[in-house]
């Protein structure tokens, strides 16, 4: 079964600028992480942030979580064509399960 | 270089024909998995290994084999494959289960006929 939930679940913007995207889950969790993937190629991890912690950068993203609302949101700062892909939430819960969303689509175009 | 590997990348079989789904990595990891991805749906899991000889269901189980005789190898056995296993199939692993990343392979897309 699904945990996390992304939204929107299909995203089109202009290059430079910035796409977000969220993910609720149902359950308490340990951490939680965001993937990407291109057209059917093996997802790749982006960045994973703990319960304990509030936001997280990396390069160009950020990454927020409220664990009162068992939500997240993934920030793409000044897009890219290239930043076109799938991006998945997936959620590591309290017994050490992972579990993916649906994904997002994001289309970047130049 | 770390890396999961898969083969076959594509594969066309006919319902009820065995097939076996390989999967290997080489960062010594002891947890490793297998997910289908459905348009839709997102990943699933279908069966996971957090060590040699330690393997259990996952989510969506039902049709499916595995076997962990050694660390590095994760195959997928579909012992009577039917039209609703077709999917894209990915292999992960990762240091331990809850311990960070997972590393993917770059996926097998299996039809059933």
């Known amino acids: 079964s699904q945990q996390g939930e992304e939204d929107p679940q299909a995203l089109s913007i202009q290059e430079g600028e910035n796409a977000t995207m969220n993910c609720s889950y149902k359950t308490s969790i340990n951490n939680l992480q965001w993937y990407r993937q291109n057209s059917g190629r093996g997802l790749v991890h982006l960045i994973l942030?703990?319960?304990?912690?509030r936001e997280k950068h990396s390069g160009r993203l950020r990454v927020t979580l409220d664990t009162s609302k068992k939500s997240s949101s993934l920030l793409i700062t000044a897009s890219r064509a290239a930043d076109t892909a799938s991006y998945f939430c997936a959620t590591d819960d309290l017994n050490n399960d992972m579990r993916f969303g649906a994904g997002t689509r994001l289309t970047v175009k130049p | 270089e770390a890396q999961v590997t898969q083969n076959p990348r594509y594969l066309i079989t006919v319902t009820g024909k065995k097939l076996t789904v390989t999967c290997s990595q080489n960062m010594n990891h002891e947890y490793m998995s297998w997910y289908r991805q459905d348009p839709g749906l997102g990943l699933r899991q279908i069966y996971y290994?957090?060590?040699?000889?330690?393997?259990d269901k996952g989510d969506v189980p039902e049709g499916y084999k595995v076997s962990r005789k050694e660390k590095r190898n994760f195959p997928l056995i579909l012992e009577s494959p039917s039209p609703n296993q077709t999917s894209l199939y990915f292999c992960?692993?990762?240091?331990?289960?809850?311990?960070?990343?997972?590393?993917f392979g770059p996926g097998t897309r299996l039809l059933v006929l």
């Open positions: 992960a692993s990762s240091p331990g289960q809850g311990l960070g990343p997972q590393y």
């Open positions: 942030i703990r319960s304990n912690e």
């Open positions: 290994s957090m060590n040699v000889e330690v393997t």
